[in-house]
């Protein structure tokens, strides 16, 4: 079964420490694996995904097969950062996607 | 300017009804989803569509329906609302040209009383 988890409901770091958003999926095949954002007042965006090998406002996501893990990065966290994060992963067919609790950030000034 | 709408932003509504959720995108997109999501939990996929004429049930099953008549108009009916009913619902359209990301309304928060 296709699945993602995020352990983390709720995620308090102060401005300037790094932060880690854990995301473990569950797929048999070869995972297309995505974060998404959303602000406060704001809609659900697209962050990143992990076939662009990006990084987006200084975050960055690696892919781990061996630990089936997608975890969210940032080495030194901003006010602005505050947000609800989605680890969401794309099934079989392309046309579904398996999205993950969500893990609401504060950063603490 | 190119953008996903939904009307109406908040709904409550009695017992029995018939409601319709309206969701449309000025970007030119095939693929258009409906995705609900309770407090705390994950939005979950409940309708698809890869274009005019064609549409798709979710993993979660849901008592809605859904038509798409014209690409830019995917709107999503409940004909006898209930109290279970109660979410929020997300609207989204996707590009295949960017693996799918999926462009997100701003939801519709419905209540059934």
């Known amino acids: 079964a296709q699945r993602v988890t995020q352990p983390e409901k709720l995620l308090s770091v102060f401005k300037g420490a790094p932060v880690e958003l854990k995301c473990n999926y569950s797929?048999?095949?070869?995972?297309?694996l995505f974060w998404y954002v959303q602000y406060s007042r704001q809609r659900l965006q697209l962050l990143l995904r992990?076939?662009s090998r990006e990084s987006i406002k200084g975050f960055t996501a690696d892919l781990n097969k061996g630990e089936t893990s997608f975890h969210l990065k940032k080495p030194f966290a901003q006010e602005e950062d505050s947000a609800m994060y989605y680890c969401a992963l794309r099934g079989d067919t392309g046309n579904q996607f398996y999205f993950g609790t969500g893990t609401s950030l504060t950063v603490i000034p | 300017e190119a953008d996903i709408y939904q009307t109406p932003r908040y709904l409550v509504i009695g017992t029995g009804k018939k409601i319709t959720l309206e969701c449309s995108q000025t970007m030119g997109h095939d693929k258009m989803y409906w995705y609900q999501q309770d407090p705390g939990m994950e939005l979950h996929l409940i309708h698809y569509s890869y274009g005019v004429n064609s549409t798709e049930k979710g993993d979660l099953s849901s008592e809605s329906t859904v038509s798409r008549i014209r690409t830019e108009h995917f709107p999503l009916t409940l004909e006898s609302a209930r109290p279970s009913h109660t979410s929020q619902y997300l609207c989204a359209s996707s590009d295949p040209g960017t693996y799918d990301e999926q462009y997100f309304g701003p939801g519709t928060r419905l209540t059934v009383t």
């Open positions: 992990h076939i």
């Open positions: 797929y048999s095949g070869s995972p297309e």
